[in-house]
């Protein structure tokens, strides 16, 4: 898991930007096997259900067509966090991760309200509780869309 503090808000982002790319261009594979987040790039892209996946290897990118649903992070990219606990889609920044039970979860971290608020560290807190929490809240807001 990697913490980042001091960020700017050009480090959070939507899941999906306008471009169709997915978190920021970072590679899903890479938070499993290489347990950092890690820049994909325009050369090794998978679009899948109509978002575009970057990753910094065709290693990486053949590893994600085999078994892309592994690799997805929970809540369709947004924060864990913000849905668990907010019922809300939250922006996030894809280096702030967690791999639980072998998915991947991003979170929250950067400027809010002009302070710094790292949602992870909230997670942390009460990481039991959230976790049954969010299938829960994540059913309601899918149907809302």
Known sequence: MFLNYGIS???V???????RIADGGYDLVAYFTDNAPV?????????????KY???STEHQNLFKSTPDKYLPVCDGYCAWGVAEKGKKVPVNPQTYKIINGR?????NGDFNGKPFN???????????????????WAKIKKQK
């Open 9 to 11: 808000m050009a480090q």
């Open 13 to 19: 982002v939507e899941p999906v930007d306008k471009n």
């Open 39 to 51: 820049k994909g790039n325009a050369e090794h892209v998978v679009e899948y259900n109509g978002v």
């Open 54 to 56: 970057q990753f910094a």
């Open 104 to 108: 991947l979860h991003l979170f929250f």
């Open 119 to 137: 949602t992870l560290e909230e997670w942390n807190k009460n990481e039991n509780e959230l976790l049954t929490e969010l299938p829960v809240k």
